[in-house]
């Protein structure tokens, strides 16, 4: 890093000096005065280089911003053809329930007329059966 300010070190050390220091004790407060501000300050290449990352991450965000909103756009049509392939198969599951319903009241009618053909017959058997005894009893 560059200096951040311009420190006169040589003033710095007269002042000291003059006011009861040793020129050793002056110069090692000089030098860790410059130390002390040429690390904590900073300079306009910092200040421009914060500028350029800012930037940077002012891009990015707008990059992450247009990648959600293609995300976004992806999931609604994904929804939407989620839901349209899901009203397809509840159309063709009734169709399905519709044709078995069909088929079962075509085979209840079926049983139903079987059953009447066997209850007329053994009716008439039985009643041939009545008859015949009818007969056979000494009357």
Request: hydrophobic share 45%.
């Amino acid at each position: 890093m560059s200096e951040a300010i311009a420190f006169d070190t040589h003033r710095f050390v007269k002042h000291l000096t003059e006011n009861g220091f040793t020129e050793q004790q002056a110069e090692v407060l000089a030098d860790e005065q410059v130390h002390l501000l040429n690390s904590n300050l900073a300079t306009q290449a910092d200040i421009a280089a914060i500028h350029q990352d800012t930037a940077a991450i002012q891009r990015d965000i707008v990059e992450v911003r247009r990648e959600i909103e293609v995300l976004r756009q992806e999931t609604k049509a994904g929804i939407e053809a989620l839901r349209q392939g899901t009203q397809a198969n509840i159309a063709t599951v009734r169709q399905e329930i519709e044709v078995l319903r069909q088929e079962t009241k075509a085979n209840l009618a079926e049983v139903k007329a079987d059953l009447i053909k066997w209850m007329v017959g053994a009716l008439i058997a039985q009643g041939g059966v009545i008859v015949a005894l009818l007969k056979l009893l000494p009357g």
